[in-house]
């Protein structure tokens, strides 16, 4: 079985958006929107570990030993 490509960040928001469009426009059958629901969570939840992954590379820092530093505005 051929392992399914992973979809980019902006990929899976756009099916995501799709989806809630289609949801929105009260046209789907009953069945249909259940399951379109229920892709549209794995995707919402797909989108919210790609943030959460990106937010933590971004507050991290390696200083000039190669050491990993949490990132704090200093104020």
């Given at each position: 079985m051929a392992k399914e490509k992973e979809l980019s960040f902006e990929e899976n928001l756009e099916q995501l958006e799709e989806i809630v469009k289609q949801l929105e426009s009260g046209s789907v059958p009953l069945d249909n929107a259940i399951e379109e629901f229920t892709k549209a969570m794995k995707l919402a939840k797909k989108?919210?570990?790609s943030l959460k992954n990106a937010e933590?590379?971004?507050?991290?820092?390696?200083?000039e030993s190669g050491e990993v530093k949490d990132f704090k505005v200093e104020e």
């Open positions: 989108c919210d570990e933590e590379a971004i507050t991290k820092l390696v200083n």
